[in-house]
């Protein structure tokens, strides 16, 4: 039997100890196994319909944002070119854009307090004077949903804030 010696990272290789079915297995064994499957998925068609099911149930969690709900976003910042990784709070969406105001941990900021047991990570601020519109595509996750109250809260605020247009 030919045998070659490949390189794989260390994380790849924890995944393949991990799903082993003896301790014993060798890793000749488990990529034979991993084959067979792939090729028995791939000759049924049943490939793609996989990928698609994995994919709309991703693309059903990333897109149906919901007023009051805190995501994870990623904000291109008006002073840099720099793309960050931060919380936000969906207000609403509109064709495939998502309006939303930032998030800080920041508690010398003004805003609407957000606290741990209202499902922060950590004590926050919900800053209704930084409000900006993300692609949906930008958005990563879903973290929680604000409470009726503190829905209620931060509409009673921006409502205030837009009294000044009647004007």
Not at 2 to 13: A, E, S
Not at 60 to 76: F, T
């Amino acid at each position: 039997m030919d045998m070659t010696t490949i390189q794989i990272n260390k994380t790849l290789l924890k995944s393949l100890k991990e799903i082993r079915d003896y301790p014993r297995q060798t890793y000749n064994e488990l990529i034979e196994k991993m084959i067979h499957v792939f090729k028995n998925v791939k000759k049924n068609n049943q490939y793609d319909e996989f990928l698609h099911k994995i994919q709309q149930a991703k693309m059903k969690e990333l897109w149906d944002n919901k007023a009051g709900d805190v995501v994870l976003a990623n904000i291109q910042f008006t002073d840099t070119f720099e793309i960050k990784k931060r919380p936000a709070l969906v207000l609403f969406e509109e064709f495939d854009n998502v309006v939303v105001a930032g998030i800080t941990s920041n508690l010398e900021m003004k805003g609407i307090s957000l606290t741990k047991r209202e499902g922060a990570i950590k004590e926050s601020v919900i800053k209704l004077n930084y409000i900006f519109t993300v692609s949906k595509l930008m958005i990563e996750k879903r973290l929680f949903s604000l409470s009726n109250e503190k829905k209620k809260e931060v509409y009673e605020e921006l409502v205030n804030k837009l009294k000044a247009l009647k004007s």
